[in-house]
Protein backbone atom coordinates (compact mmCIF):
# COMPACT_ATOMS: atom_id res chain seq x y z
CA UNK A 1 0.00 0.00 0.00
CA UNK A 2 1.22 3.36 -0.97
CA UNK A 3 1.82 5.65 2.60
CA UNK A 4 -1.25 7.46 3.72
CA UNK A 5 -0.74 10.36 5.25
CA UNK A 6 -2.94 13.23 5.38
CA UNK A 7 -5.41 10.88 3.78
CA UNK A 8 -8.59 10.15 5.58
CA UNK A 9 -10.85 7.25 5.65
CA UNK A 10 -14.25 6.10 7.08
CA UNK A 11 -14.58 2.70 7.31
CA UNK A 12 -18.02 1.53 8.75
CA UNK A 13 -17.82 -1.93 11.13
CA UNK A 14 -14.48 -1.13 11.90
CA UNK A 15 -14.89 -3.16 15.19
CA UNK A 16 -14.66 -6.40 13.78
CA UNK A 17 -13.60 -8.87 11.13
CA UNK A 18 -12.44 -7.00 8.10
CA UNK A 19 -13.24 -3.38 8.66
CA UNK A 20 -11.37 -3.93 11.84
CA UNK A 21 -7.93 -5.07 9.33
CA UNK A 22 -9.05 -2.46 7.21
CA UNK A 23 -9.13 0.59 9.73
CA UNK A 24 -5.89 -1.20 10.90
CA UNK A 25 -3.82 -1.30 7.61
CA UNK A 26 -4.78 2.01 7.08
CA UNK A 27 -3.83 3.27 10.33
CA UNK A 28 -0.55 1.51 9.77
CA UNK A 29 0.09 3.54 6.11
CA UNK A 30 -0.70 6.74 8.11
CA UNK A 31 -3.56 7.62 7.45
CA UNK A 32 -6.15 9.20 9.83
CA UNK A 33 -9.08 6.94 10.66
CA UNK A 34 -12.54 6.96 11.93
CA UNK A 35 -14.26 3.71 12.54
CA UNK A 36 -17.64 3.74 13.03
CA UNK A 37 -19.79 1.11 14.81
CA UNK A 38 -22.62 1.06 17.59
CA UNK A 39 -20.88 -0.10 20.32
CA UNK A 40 -18.14 2.02 21.65
CA UNK A 41 -16.44 -0.02 24.24
CA UNK A 42 -15.77 -2.28 21.08
CA UNK A 43 -14.26 0.61 19.32
CA UNK A 44 -12.11 1.54 22.18
CA UNK A 45 -10.75 -1.76 22.18
CA UNK A 46 -10.55 -1.69 18.01
CA UNK A 47 -8.32 1.41 18.92
CA UNK A 48 -6.03 -0.29 21.92
CA UNK A 49 -5.80 -3.01 19.35
CA UNK A 50 -4.73 -0.94 16.60
CA UNK A 51 -2.22 0.64 18.71
CA UNK A 52 -0.33 -2.17 19.56
CA UNK A 53 0.59 -2.12 16.10
CA UNK A 54 0.73 0.75 15.45
CA UNK A 55 1.34 3.08 18.50
CA UNK A 56 1.02 6.69 17.12
CA UNK A 57 -1.99 5.55 14.97
CA UNK A 58 -4.51 8.32 14.06
CA UNK A 59 -7.68 6.49 14.89
CA UNK A 60 -11.30 7.38 16.22
CA UNK A 61 -14.57 6.06 17.14
CA UNK A 62 -18.30 7.13 15.77
CA UNK A 63 -21.17 6.06 16.94
CA UNK A 64 -23.31 4.66 14.18
CA UNK A 65 -26.55 2.38 13.77
CA UNK A 66 -26.90 1.95 9.97
CA UNK A 67 -30.55 0.61 11.02
CA UNK A 68 -31.31 3.94 12.11
CA UNK A 69 -31.23 6.82 9.26
CA UNK A 70 -31.17 9.25 12.07
CA UNK A 71 -28.06 8.13 13.44
CA UNK A 72 -26.53 7.97 10.17
CA UNK A 73 -27.59 11.49 9.13
CA UNK A 74 -26.21 12.83 12.86
CA UNK A 75 -23.06 11.25 12.14
CA UNK A 76 -22.76 12.90 8.86
CA UNK A 77 -23.70 16.06 10.44
CA UNK A 78 -20.68 15.76 12.50
CA UNK A 79 -17.83 14.72 10.03
CA UNK A 80 -18.95 17.70 7.69
CA UNK A 81 -19.05 20.06 10.84
CA UNK A 82 -15.47 18.52 11.58
CA UNK A 83 -13.45 17.61 9.06
CA UNK A 84 -11.58 19.64 6.20
CA UNK A 85 -12.39 16.35 3.62
CA UNK A 86 -12.89 12.98 3.31
CA UNK A 87 -10.84 10.88 0.96
CA UNK A 88 -12.31 7.45 1.60
CA UNK A 89 -15.90 5.97 2.34
CA UNK A 90 -15.68 2.19 3.19
CA UNK A 91 -18.86 0.84 3.19
CA UNK A 92 -18.07 -2.07 5.21
CA UNK A 93 -20.59 -3.41 7.79
CA UNK A 94 -22.86 -6.02 7.78
CA UNK A 95 -24.61 -8.17 9.40
CA UNK A 96 -26.02 -11.50 8.27
CA UNK A 97 -28.81 -14.26 8.11
CA UNK A 98 -30.95 -13.56 11.20
CA UNK A 99 -32.73 -16.32 11.30
CA UNK A 100 -36.14 -13.93 12.02
CA UNK A 101 -36.80 -10.86 10.20
CA UNK A 102 -36.23 -8.28 12.14
CA UNK A 103 -37.04 -4.77 10.87
CA UNK A 104 -34.89 -1.61 11.41
CA UNK A 105 -36.33 2.17 13.05
CA UNK A 106 -37.59 2.82 9.88
CA UNK A 107 -39.62 -0.08 9.16
CA UNK A 108 -37.37 -2.28 6.44
CA UNK A 109 -36.29 -5.97 6.75
CA UNK A 110 -32.86 -5.37 8.62
CA UNK A 111 -30.57 -6.52 6.01
CA UNK A 112 -31.60 -4.32 3.72
CA UNK A 113 -31.47 -1.57 6.43
CA UNK A 114 -27.98 -2.66 7.72
CA UNK A 115 -25.80 -3.47 4.36
CA UNK A 116 -27.47 -1.32 1.67
CA UNK A 117 -29.74 1.39 2.69
CA UNK A 118 -28.07 2.59 5.42
CA UNK A 119 -24.67 2.83 3.46
CA UNK A 120 -26.46 4.31 0.74
CA UNK A 121 -28.04 7.45 2.57
CA UNK A 122 -24.54 7.38 4.55
CA UNK A 123 -22.96 8.09 0.94
CA UNK A 124 -25.37 10.45 -0.21
CA UNK A 125 -24.86 12.43 3.29
CA UNK A 126 -20.91 12.62 2.81
CA UNK A 127 -20.63 13.47 -1.13
CA UNK A 128 -19.88 16.85 -0.22
CA UNK A 129 -17.65 15.54 1.95
CA UNK A 130 -15.64 13.66 -0.40
CA UNK A 131 -15.61 15.73 -3.80
CA UNK A 132 -13.88 18.25 -1.22
CA UNK A 133 -10.92 15.22 -1.54
CA UNK A 134 -7.88 15.48 -4.15
CA UNK A 135 -9.61 11.60 -5.51
CA UNK A 136 -12.09 10.47 -3.45
CA UNK A 137 -13.53 6.99 -3.32
CA UNK A 138 -16.01 4.77 -1.85
CA UNK A 139 -15.50 1.31 -1.66
CA UNK A 140 -18.67 -1.37 -1.13
CA UNK A 141 -18.18 -4.38 0.24
CA UNK A 142 -20.27 -7.02 -1.27
CA UNK A 143 -20.13 -10.75 -1.43
CA UNK A 144 -20.42 -13.85 -3.26
CA UNK A 145 -23.41 -14.06 -2.22
CA UNK A 146 -24.85 -11.62 -4.74
CA UNK A 147 -24.38 -14.05 -7.55
CA UNK A 148 -27.43 -15.77 -5.55
CA UNK A 149 -29.37 -13.27 -5.78
CA UNK A 150 -32.12 -11.13 -7.06
CA UNK A 151 -34.11 -8.01 -6.61
CA UNK A 152 -37.50 -8.61 -5.34
CA UNK A 153 -39.10 -5.40 -6.16
CA UNK A 154 -42.80 -7.16 -5.59
CA UNK A 155 -41.13 -7.40 -1.95
CA UNK A 156 -38.24 -5.68 -1.60
CA UNK A 157 -38.73 -6.22 2.47
CA UNK A 158 -39.45 -9.89 2.39
CA UNK A 159 -43.18 -8.80 4.25
CA UNK A 160 -44.89 -11.73 2.08
CA UNK A 161 -42.41 -14.54 2.75
CA UNK A 162 -38.79 -13.95 4.82
CA UNK A 163 -36.15 -16.35 3.89
CA UNK A 164 -32.84 -15.30 5.90
CA UNK A 165 -30.36 -16.28 3.08
CA UNK A 166 -32.52 -14.45 0.25
CA UNK A 167 -32.27 -11.58 1.85
CA UNK A 168 -29.02 -11.30 2.93
CA UNK A 169 -28.12 -12.02 -1.45
CA UNK A 170 -30.95 -9.35 -2.09
CA UNK A 171 -28.43 -6.81 0.16
CA UNK A 172 -25.15 -7.43 -1.04
CA UNK A 173 -26.39 -7.45 -5.18
CA UNK A 174 -28.07 -4.19 -4.20
CA UNK A 175 -24.20 -3.37 -2.48
CA UNK A 176 -22.53 -4.16 -6.18
CA UNK A 177 -25.37 -2.61 -8.07
CA UNK A 178 -24.93 0.63 -5.91
CA UNK A 179 -21.48 1.01 -6.21
CA UNK A 180 -21.46 0.34 -9.78
CA UNK A 181 -24.16 2.89 -10.42
CA UNK A 182 -22.78 5.36 -8.18
CA UNK A 183 -19.41 5.40 -10.48
CA UNK A 184 -22.26 5.61 -13.58
CA UNK A 185 -23.52 9.03 -11.65
CA UNK A 186 -20.27 10.53 -11.29
CA UNK A 187 -18.66 10.27 -14.31
CA UNK A 188 -22.02 11.42 -15.72
CA UNK A 189 -22.21 14.24 -13.41
CA UNK A 190 -18.75 14.88 -12.64
CA UNK A 191 -18.07 14.28 -9.29
CA UNK A 192 -15.25 13.11 -9.58
CA UNK A 193 -15.67 9.96 -7.16
CA UNK A 194 -14.39 6.52 -7.89
CA UNK A 195 -16.58 3.81 -6.85
CA UNK A 196 -15.45 0.71 -6.37
CA UNK A 197 -16.66 -2.91 -5.13
CA UNK A 198 -14.73 -5.45 -3.00
CA UNK A 199 -15.63 -8.89 -1.47
CA UNK A 200 -13.19 -10.62 0.99
CA UNK A 201 -14.10 -14.31 -0.27
CA UNK A 202 -15.19 -16.21 3.08
CA UNK A 203 -13.26 -14.80 5.41
CA UNK A 204 -13.27 -16.28 9.24
CA UNK A 205 -15.05 -13.13 10.77
CA UNK A 206 -17.84 -13.05 13.75
CA UNK A 207 -20.02 -12.48 10.71
CA UNK A 208 -20.01 -16.46 10.43
CA UNK A 209 -20.05 -17.16 13.98
CA UNK A 210 -22.89 -18.76 16.51
CA UNK A 211 -24.88 -19.45 13.02
CA UNK A 212 -27.44 -22.68 12.58
CA UNK A 213 -27.18 -24.50 9.30
CA UNK A 214 -24.86 -24.69 6.89
CA UNK A 215 -23.19 -21.57 7.41
CA UNK A 216 -22.58 -22.90 10.98
CA UNK A 217 -21.44 -26.10 10.23
CA UNK A 218 -19.24 -24.71 8.18
CA UNK A 219 -17.68 -22.17 10.27
CA UNK A 220 -17.33 -25.11 13.33
CA UNK A 221 -15.82 -27.75 10.38
CA UNK A 222 -14.50 -26.00 7.54
CA UNK A 223 -13.37 -22.66 8.77
CA UNK A 224 -9.47 -24.12 7.52
CA UNK A 225 -10.72 -23.35 4.48
CA UNK A 226 -11.61 -19.29 5.06
CA UNK A 227 -9.25 -16.71 4.53
CA UNK A 228 -7.61 -15.17 7.68
CA UNK A 229 -9.17 -11.45 7.89
CA UNK A 230 -6.35 -9.42 7.58
CA UNK A 231 -6.04 -11.32 4.01
CA UNK A 232 -9.71 -11.18 3.40
CA UNK A 233 -9.28 -7.09 3.68
CA UNK A 234 -6.86 -7.35 0.76
CA UNK A 235 -9.62 -6.36 -1.63
CA UNK A 236 -10.76 -3.45 0.49
CA UNK A 237 -7.16 -2.16 0.80
CA UNK A 238 -6.46 -2.28 -2.92
CA UNK A 239 -9.76 -0.58 -3.88
CA UNK A 240 -9.12 1.93 -1.66
CA UNK A 241 -5.64 3.08 -2.33
CA UNK A 242 -4.27 1.26 -5.59
CA UNK A 243 -3.30 3.77 -8.14
CA UNK A 244 -4.71 1.33 -10.54
CA UNK A 245 -7.87 0.50 -9.21
CA UNK A 246 -10.45 0.82 -10.98
CA UNK A 247 -13.87 3.06 -10.83
CA UNK A 248 -16.78 1.19 -11.25
CA UNK A 249 -15.12 -2.34 -10.30
CA UNK A 250 -14.76 -5.21 -8.16
CA UNK A 251 -12.51 -6.43 -6.84
CA UNK A 252 -12.18 -10.35 -4.67
CA UNK A 253 -9.89 -13.18 -4.26
CA UNK A 254 -9.42 -14.80 -7.71
CA UNK A 255 -9.40 -18.66 -6.51
CA UNK A 256 -11.26 -21.61 -6.08
CA UNK A 257 -14.84 -20.48 -6.69
CA UNK A 258 -13.92 -16.99 -5.27
CA UNK A 259 -13.65 -18.06 -1.87
CA UNK A 260 -9.91 -17.31 -1.41
CA UNK A 261 -6.71 -17.08 -3.28
CA UNK A 262 -4.73 -14.29 -4.75
CA UNK A 263 -6.64 -10.53 -5.39
CA UNK A 264 -8.17 -9.51 -8.59
CA UNK A 265 -10.95 -8.66 -10.62
CA UNK A 266 -14.00 -10.59 -9.13
CA UNK A 267 -16.40 -12.24 -11.56
CA UNK A 268 -19.63 -9.49 -11.94
CA UNK A 269 -23.05 -11.38 -11.77
CA UNK A 270 -25.03 -10.51 -14.57
CA UNK A 271 -28.29 -9.04 -12.72
CA UNK A 272 -25.31 -6.30 -11.27
CA UNK A 273 -25.09 -5.28 -14.66
CA UNK A 274 -29.34 -4.32 -15.29
CA UNK A 275 -29.09 -0.69 -15.47
CA UNK A 276 -33.11 -0.32 -15.40
CA UNK A 277 -32.60 -2.40 -12.17
CA UNK A 278 -30.18 -0.67 -11.23
CA UNK A 279 -32.35 2.68 -12.32
CA UNK A 280 -35.09 1.94 -10.24
CA UNK A 281 -33.32 0.37 -7.36
CA UNK A 282 -31.56 3.84 -7.32
CA UNK A 283 -34.77 5.79 -6.87
CA UNK A 284 -36.70 3.49 -4.67
CA UNK A 285 -33.74 4.09 -2.29
CA UNK A 286 -33.64 7.66 -2.47
CA UNK A 287 -37.22 7.47 -1.25
CA UNK A 288 -37.05 5.13 1.28
CA UNK A 289 -34.46 7.04 2.66
CA UNK A 290 -35.13 10.32 1.91
CA UNK A 291 -31.93 11.70 0.67
CA UNK A 292 -30.76 12.34 -2.52
CA UNK A 293 -26.91 12.94 -4.26
N1 LIG B 1 -16.67 -12.74 6.45
C1 LIG B 1 -16.96 -13.14 5.24
O1 LIG B 1 -16.64 -14.27 4.85
C2 LIG B 1 -17.71 -12.23 4.30
C3 LIG B 1 -18.04 -12.74 3.04
C4 LIG B 1 -18.66 -11.89 2.12
C5 LIG B 1 -18.94 -10.58 2.46
N2 LIG B 1 -18.64 -10.13 3.70
C6 LIG B 1 -18.97 -8.73 4.02
O2 LIG B 1 -17.90 -8.12 4.70
C7 LIG B 1 -18.40 -7.08 5.53
C8 LIG B 1 -17.76 -7.18 6.91
O3 LIG B 1 -18.19 -8.39 7.51
P1 LIG B 1 -17.31 -9.19 8.57
O4 LIG B 1 -17.21 -10.56 8.07
O5 LIG B 1 -16.09 -8.44 8.91
O6 LIG B 1 -18.35 -9.19 9.81
P2 LIG B 1 -18.19 -8.94 11.36
O7 LIG B 1 -16.88 -9.45 11.89
O8 LIG B 1 -19.45 -9.48 11.97
O9 LIG B 1 -18.19 -7.34 11.47
C9 LIG B 1 -19.34 -6.61 11.20
C10 LIG B 1 -19.17 -5.17 11.64
O10 LIG B 1 -20.36 -4.45 11.32
C11 LIG B 1 -20.75 -3.69 12.46
N3 LIG B 1 -22.21 -3.54 12.46
C12 LIG B 1 -23.14 -4.53 12.52
N4 LIG B 1 -24.37 -3.99 12.53
C13 LIG B 1 -24.22 -2.64 12.45
C14 LIG B 1 -25.12 -1.53 12.43
N5 LIG B 1 -26.45 -1.69 12.52
N6 LIG B 1 -24.61 -0.30 12.34
C15 LIG B 1 -23.27 -0.10 12.28
N7 LIG B 1 -22.37 -1.10 12.30
C16 LIG B 1 -22.84 -2.35 12.40
C17 LIG B 1 -20.22 -4.48 13.66
O11 LIG B 1 -19.94 -3.63 14.76
P3 LIG B 1 -20.90 -3.42 16.03
O12 LIG B 1 -21.47 -4.75 16.37
O13 LIG B 1 -19.97 -2.86 17.06
O14 LIG B 1 -21.93 -2.44 15.60
C18 LIG B 1 -18.91 -4.99 13.11
O15 LIG B 1 -17.89 -4.04 13.28
C19 LIG B 1 -19.92 -7.22 5.53
O16 LIG B 1 -20.47 -6.26 4.66
C20 LIG B 1 -20.15 -8.61 4.96
O17 LIG B 1 -21.38 -8.72 4.28
C21 LIG B 1 -18.02 -10.92 4.63
Known sequence: ???????????????????????????????????????????????????QATPNANVQFETLDLSDLSSVHALSTRLTASLPHLDGLINNAGIMEPPERGVSKNGLEMQFAVNYLGHFALTADLLPLLRKADEPRVVTLSSIAAARGALHF????????????????????????????????????????????????????????????????ARRNLSFLFQPAARGALPTLYAATAPDALGGSYYGPTGFMEVRGPLGLADVPAAATESQASTRLWEISEKLSATEF
Not at 32 to 40: D, G, K, L, Q
Request: with cysteine.
Open 1 to 51: MPPQNGRIFLVTGGTSGIGYETAKALAGAGAVVIIAARHPERGQEAIASIR
Open 154 to 217: EDLQFEQAYSPADAYSQSKLACLMFARELQARSDAGGWGIKSIASHPGVSRTELLANRDGFSGF
